[in-house]
Every structure is written in C-alpha cells, then in structure tokens.
C-alpha cells in the first residue's frame, strides 16, 4: 500500500523526518526538540517550552496562549515557523503534586503545539511502536545534527518509563535533545520522547557514579496521557501507531471490492473521497490528482481505526436517492462489522460525540449510568459502565466498549439495519438533558443513523421511549405543609406550628394545629410524622414555611425519635424536607409570575453559582434580570454573612430552588469536598435531574450522619409553584380536614 502511506515512506527510514527544533524566546539558541504528530500538531515536553520561555524548567504552571519558534531540520534548522501552545499537561510528581528540584523522575510533562499551517514534504509523521526493555534506539539533538545522534539501550522498562544507558563512545543524551523521538533503527519506529537525565553529583568522580544513563517516556504512556487530555483525535493517535494494513484478511478485503467498485469505480470521485479520507484519518495522499486502487483502498478500510465509517459518512449523502448505491453502502458496512479496525463512528462522529459526552459528564457524573441503565435494561452493561459516577476521563473507555454493541436488542423494521446500542444510549441522554443539548445530541443521532441506514422510524420509536423515560416521576409521597410562626414574647429556638395534609387531588386538608403554645423543634417533628404516617411507597414531602428571619434554622435535623425509640429520626433524613419564605416573595410586584416562569424553566435553565465573584447583592440582582432572568437555581458558595444579602433577593425575584450550606461560615466551604461519605455537597446538587435533587440532598444528609464527618449542613429552599400556601389554606373549609388537637 503506497497511496496512503506516501508521508510514512518518506520518514521511515530516519527519524529526523519528524524531528522538531524548539529555539528560546531570543531566537539564538535551542531550547529543545520535539516530534512532528500529524496535521498541524507538533509534540514536545513541557520543560522544553518552559526552557524555550526562560521559566523554571519543571515549573507546573500553564503558560497560557504563548507562540514558539520552531524548526524542521528536515528543511532548514534556520528557517523557523510559528507554533502556538495549545495543550498543556504539566510536570507532576508520582503523587500528583509539583515536581521539586533535583527529582531524578516524574510524570506528564508534555506539550502541544499547533503550527499555522501543514507542513511540507519531506516533513512527515513517523510510526510509532510500544517501548520494550533490551531495544536498541537512537535520539538526536534538536537542531538535527547528522553527527548529534546518540545510541542508547533500554535497559530497564517499568510503569512506562525507559532508562536508557550508553556506550562510552560517541555522543551522549544531553541538554536539548528533550522531547525528541527515540528511535528505533532495527524497527524503523519511535518507541518513546527523551525527557531527562541522571546526573552524576557534583563531588570527584568515583566508579561507583551513574555515566550517561537518561531516561524517557514510552509511546504507550504518552499516548494514554495524550488521551486523557483529548489532545489529538484518537483515531490520529491510533494511525500512527498502527502496524500496516498488509494483514488484513484477504477475503475481507475482496469482500469490499465488489461494494467499493460499484460506489467508487469512477477514478475522480474514489480520488476525491480517498483524498478527504486520508485527512480526516492523519495521513497524508498525493496531491497528483491519481486514485488508489479499489484494492488498495479496500486494504486501508480493513486494518485502519475508523476509516471505513469514515469512508461511509462522506458517500451517504451520494447514496440517499439511490436504492442500489444504499444497498452497497450498507452491504459494505456489513463486512466491516466483521473487522475489528472498522469501529461504529466515524473520526468526525466520535469527535463530537466525545466532546459532548465529556462535557456532560463534568457537569452530572452519573448521567451516563443512568441512561445506560434505562436504554439497556436486559444488557450486561460494560465494565466501564458499573460505577454511577463517570469522570470525563472516563468516557472514552465507555464509548469504546459501546461501540461494539451493534443492537440494542429491540426490534426494527423487515431488511433493516439494528439500532446500535449507542444510539439508544445517546437518545437517552438527550433526552434526560433537554434543551439545546438535547437537540444537539437527536441530530447527531440522526445523521449517524441516516449515514448507517437504520430505518427513522426505528429511531424514532427510541427516542419516544427515552422522552418517556426522562418524565418518569418518584412515587408520589405524602406531601405535608408546615408554617412555623414565632410570636415576640416566645422562647428563642420555640416555634408555633400548623401542619397540613395534600389530598391526591390537590387539596389540603388540615392534620394538625399547634399555634396555641410554643414548641421546641423536637415537638414539631414529632407532630410533623404523625401527620405524614402513610403506607405511601414514595418518601413524603415536607415543606416548611418560615418567617425571612428563620431561614437558617436546621429544620433538617430536628428528631422526631421518641423516648422509647433507639433509631434517630431527623426529618431531613426521612423526609424530603425544604423550606419556603412566602412572605419574602410578596414584597416584588411581579413575584408570582416570576416563579411561575422560572419554575418551569427548572430542567432548562442551568444552574447559577453565587460566591464572591457575582458582586454583591447589585451584581445578582444584574444577573438574576439578565443572562439569569429564566434561571430557577441557585447555589450559594458565600459567607453567612453575604448570605443574610442574597438569599432575600434570590427569594423575592421568585428564584425557586435556592441550597446552601449552613456550616458554611466563610464562604470557602472546605468541608465540601467528597469524603468516604459519599461525594461533596457541589457534586450532588448539580448531577441528576433537578426534579430529584431532594431525595439526593436525603441520601447526602444521611451519609453525613453515618460517618460523622461533620460535613456540610445544607439547607433548601424548594417553592413549588404548584404547592398551596398557608395563607390559601386558611380560607379552606377545616370541617373537610381530620384536624386533632394537640
């Protein structure tokens, strides 16, 4: 196969093909070197553009938007480009901290930077093998010196780093030959970058001293690093690392003629379609105007990552008119299921998909779990997929084993292709997303189930499905209604109470009244459970109605235990207990309907974090009637002090859901990170559907309780503008409720 490796023949024979020259800031001398990726990304070390700058070598911190000059030996070691910094991943300790001077070994430290434009032949990406302990390689210094090469043994490999030893003759690993490629002669490969050496101290020279020992990073760490920051597509990684397609089975391969001659027998448009492929994949084809063979092409869809959906996403739109090009199209596909190169998506596909994914996954960390497990119910989620909470690193690994799961395991209809499991996956998440997120993921969906012919009614009938799912509701619990009320000449921390019941039907009826003596809060909660004693199957409601004054009261862990019980019993522990402030909301005209709108906005709009950052008092309100007016959620990350300010305006614009937390005195909640109880209060008010965010605030508050951490103590504000008020319920008919006296 010539057509498409043309940039790999050029370079195979020598790695300075793909060698990069870093200079310093003043242009006069070389900081470093670095290895050509694909496309317009270039690889090095990040102490190489920390040296490039005139920063401390191995100094952790982002650079930020910096532009380098660079050079390609291969054309000119004078002649210098402009390379940009575009992914950072920073020197870090074994154990994740900042690397200290004089450490012999350290992890990260890798740089990529973007040049302004593709570079020109003979400059070409190189083939990447996996480091072993006994190889034979070679490095070269950054200006590319045929002279500058130095010959060096793996002699140790271990958890991804390669000590590297030398002969004492010739040259020796020094200054500037970081984050060059170590190359293999006997493979004609890169194995690893050079990233530092081992000096021997500074005292008189002894036998017993280390000589010309240096060390360097495998291509298999750099590549899952590199991963992990999303730093090059992951079939371009996968290209270069990948062995020839000459293995490919060759009766896969003719398999794929016959469909390939059929859709691609014309030399311009096969030219055409290989040429975009070749681009999207990280190779490089002539620019002669010529064609591969259908042959040769029908090598590179079997043993390429991604090539063949690839191929098929840019001949869909040629063949959706065109009943016998579509039968092709998807007969090719069929064979490509039987590849292991082939994947489900194509390099564009998997791109957006992931980003989305990643995204998502920041945000609520459970959201793939939960789909999963709704759109899957009768399927053995992958491994990757077992755990309720996913990080963003995470979701490469999911979408991989996703991808192999060809149904869902629904029926479609006659002669049509299977729904593949992702696509149920995906429509699931849109849907429990919603807004433009959600429309995002549906037409990503549907054109990768045009591009694989899977009938629109097919999809159609999942994406209903998981609409339907994302409205699924909790079993409705008994929903109870307390105002509490202090009159001047009360005991402090002694409230008057009365407790309603709701009706299934929306009416309240009256359970309980207390306002004729002051009570301690462990007299309401026990009032508040008799009144909400059920059979119910769903945790009941309790929503208590506070004057502005009692916003902070811990309603929460009021315990309505009894004397005689050995169980604790807080409310919030029980219940799904919230508060409410009607009286704050009556002082803004427009009050009602602005909780109107913004409660029915809640699933939509995202979620607005106030800390020291926001302003003030002056800049929430700016924000609560601007890029804010619609928004129904509110965090505050501030002090109790600057909490005495915001919550009133939260309350009175008719901000619906409002969480706190109480042991918050300072605004800068440490005590909010995740523990062995169970993730911080953050993580659990932003993941999951907002409609379940007061059984997840339950669950926190009895993990809390379970490992005595004496963590955070939150408090709800939950205005459901469905609910009844206590001033509504005054006017209702107490002969319809079961009122007793107490």
């Not at 899977?454 to 307390?482: C, F, K, M, N, Q």
């Not at 800068?668 to 965010?693: F, K, T, W, Y």
């Amino acid at each position: 196969m010539t057509w498409f490796a043309t940039a790999l023949d050029e370079t195979a024979a020598d790695a300075r093909g793909g060698l990069v020259r870093v200079l310093s800031k003043d242009g006069t001398a070389t900081a470093g070197a670095g290895v050509y990726l694909v496309g317009r990304s270039l690889l090095t070390c990040a102490h190489v553009v920390n040296a490039a700058l005139g920063l401390r070598i191995l100094s952790p911190g982002d650079p930020g938007d910096v532009v380098l000059d660079v050079a390609f030996p291969a054309l000119s070691a004078v002649h210098t480009r402009r390379a940009r910094l575009a992914v950072w991943i920073p020197p870090r300790a074994e154990r994740q901290g900042p690397v200290g001077d004089g450490t012999l070994r350290w992890d990260g430290d890798l740089a990529v930077l973007e040049l302004e434009d593709d570079p020109p032949a003979p400059v070409g990406p190189l083939r990447w093998l996996g480091m072993a302990m006994g190889q034979q390689v070679r490095a070269w210094y950054g200006g590319g010196q045929a002279f500058s090469y130095a010959d060096v043994r793996v002699a140790s490999y271990e958890d991804g780093v390669g000590y590297l030893d030398g002969q004492l003759s010739g040259a020796a690993i020094g200054e500037g030959y970081s984050g060059g490629p170590l190359w293999s002669v006997t493979d004609r490969a890169a194995v690893g970058l050079v990233m530092g050496r081992i000096n021997a101290p500074g005292s008189v020279f002894a036998a017993q001293h280390t000589v010309r020992r240096s060390w360097g990073r495998s291509w298999q760490s750099v590549m899952a690093e590199l991963r992990r920051a999303g730093a090059v597509p992951d079939p371009h990684l996968s290209a270069l690392g990948a062995e020839p397609a000459a293995g490919v089975d060759e009766s896969v391969r003719d398999m794929m003629v016959g469909p390939l001659h059929t859709l691609l027998g014309d030399p311009a448009a096969r030219a055409a379609h290989a040429g975009a492929l070749a681009t999207q994949l990280g190779l490089r084809a002539p620019a002669d105007g010529s064609a591969p063979s259908v042959e040769e092409l029908a090598q590179l869809l079997g043993g390429t990552e991604r090539a063949l959906p690839t191929l098929a996403e840019s001949l869909a739109p040629k063949v959706a008119d065109d009943p016998r090009g579509r039968a092709e199209l998807d007969r090719l596909l069929a064979v490509g299921r039987v590849t292991e190169a082939a994947r489900l998506l194509s390099v564009a596909e998997h791109r957006v998909l992931l980003a989305k994914l990643e995204h998502l996954a920041a945000s609520d960390p459970g959201l793939l779990h939960r789909a999963a497990n709704a759109a899957l119910p009768y399927l053995d989620l992958p491994r990757s997929l077992q755990t309720a909470r996913l990080a963003p690193s995470a979701v490469p690994g999911v979408l991989r084993e996703l991808e192999t799961w060809h149904g869902d395991g629904s029926p479609v209809p006659e002669e049509t292709p299977r729904v593949p499991a992702l696509l149920r996956v995906v429509e699931y998440v849109a849907a429990e997303t919603g807004g433009l997120a959600c429309q995002a993921l549906q037409e990503w969906s549907r054109r990768v189930a045009a591009r694989l012919g899977v009938h629109a009614s097919a999809l159609y009938e999942r994406r209903a499905d998981a609409e339907r799912w994302s409205r699924r509701t909790a079993p409705a619990g008994t929903r109870i209604l307390v105002e509490l009320d202090q009159y001047a000449k009360d005991p402090a921390g002694h409230y008057r109470c009365s407790v309603w019941r709701v009706r299934a039907d929306g009416s309240a009826a009256r359970a309980v009244t207390g306002t004729e003596r002051p009570r301690t809060g462990k007299e309401i909660a026990q009032l508040v459970r008799d009144a909400a004693d059920t059979t119910d199957d769903g945790v009941p409601l309790v929503a208590v109605s506070v004057p502005p004054d009692a916003l902070e009261l811990p309603v929460d862990e009021w315990d309505a235990a009894g004397a005689d019980e050995v169980i604790p019993a807080p409310l919030g522990e029980d219940f799904h207990l919230v508060l409410r402030c009607p009286k704050l909301r009556t002082r803004s005209r427009t009050g009602a309907a602005d909780l109107k709108r913004r409660w029915r906005a809640r699933a939509q709009s995202p979620p607005l974090v106030a800390d020291h950052t926001v302003g003030g008092r002056a800049g929430l309100i700016g924000l609560l009637k601007t890029t804010h007016r619609d928004g129904a959620r509110v965090y505050l990350q501030v002090s109790a002090e600057h909490r005495g300010e915001l919550l009133p305006v939260c309350l009175v614009m008719g901000v619906p859901i409002v969480l706190w937390d109480r042991a918050d005195g300072d605004g800068r909640a440490e005590h909010q990170r995740g523990s062995d109880a169970g993730p911080p209060l953050a993580a659990v008010a932003a993941e999951g559907p907002v409609d379940e965010l007061p059984e997840r605030l339950r669950h926190f508050r009895v993990r809390r309780a379970a490992h005595a951490t004496g963590a955070a103590r939150p408090s709800l504000v939950w205005e459901d503008a469905g609910l009844p008020l206590p001033d509504e319920l005054r006017l209702a008919d107490p002969t319809r409720g079961t009122e007793q006296s107490v």
